[in-house]
């Protein structure tokens, strides 16, 4: 069974330019959570999506959105890039959200602000 | 704003000797699970333990809950130069999502 997939898994960007991370779950996963990584905050969590629809989404500003599709691939956009924004994004698919099952994770992309 | 609180931020220990790691968090939860990261890479799951269950075990890894007072250990028994990385307790409160800890950075020496 192939793991989660990430793409790209490095990205340099410029401050104010918008950028969109792709995350291909596990096949048969419907649950897709993303995370933001940083040496200062640890482990945020950003949104979760299941079968196409946002359950729960964390404390981040309006520029951090996301979106799944109907094969349950999810993308995360952040739109006018700030240097604050440079970390580690993980992606993590379940197959039923958490509440019974673990969450597996993808080996991130690294997005630096530059 | 993280969940809880993992103790010790590091530990340095011999191959072959034990290390324990604790973690603390402040709501209720369903179940809480540990996770392993190696050099900035992405997680790997351990365990997960209900929050009706008291420990668990798989392999050399044994794991605690005490939801009295909030607090779980991860236990690694004869540790490996392998088992050198981060651990991260995260706990399900049955919203859709992790509250991570702050992690634990283990080191074993050779």
């Known amino acids: 069974k192939a793991g989660v997939t990430q793409t790209p898994r490095y990205l340099i960007k410029t401050r104010g330019q918008q950028v969109t991370l792709s995350c291909s779950p596990i096949?048969?996963?419907?649950?897709v959570s993303w995370y933001q990584q940083t040496p200062g905050q640890g482990l945020q969590f950003l949104f979760e999506y299941f079968s196409e629809t946002q359950r729960n989404k964390g404390n981040f500003p309006g520029r951090f959105s996301g979106r799944q599709f109907s094969n349950s691939r999810s993308e995360m956009n952040v739109s006018t890039l700030e240097l604050g924004d440079s970390a580690l994004y993980l992606c993590?698919?379940?197959?039923?959200?958490?509440?019974?099952?673990?969450?597996?994770f993808g080996q991130g992309t690294r997005l630096t602000v530059v | 704003s993280q969940q809880g609180e993992e103790d010790p931020q590091a530990l340095s220990i011999q191959e072959g000797e034990n290390a324990t790691m604790n973690c603390s968090y402040k709501?209720?939860?369903?179940?809480l699970q540990w996770y392993r990261q190696n050099s900035g890479r992405g997680l790997v799951h351990l365990i997960l333990i209900r929050s009706n269950e008291r420990e668990k075990h798989s392999g050399r890894l044994r794991v605690t809950l005490d939801t009295s007072k909030k607090s779980s250990s991860l236990l690694i028994t004869a540790s490996r130069a392998a088992d050198t990385a981060s651990y991260f307790c995260?706990?399900?409160?049955?919203?859709?999502?992790?509250?991570f800890g702050a992690g634990t950075t283990v080191t074993v020496r050779a």
């Open positions: 993590a698919s379940s197959s039923d959200g958490l509440r019974s099952t673990e969450a597996f």
């Open positions: 709501t209720s939860i369903n179940n």
């Open positions: 096949s048969g996963h419907r649950s």
């Open positions: 995260a706990t399900d409160a049955d919203d859709y999502k992790l509250s």
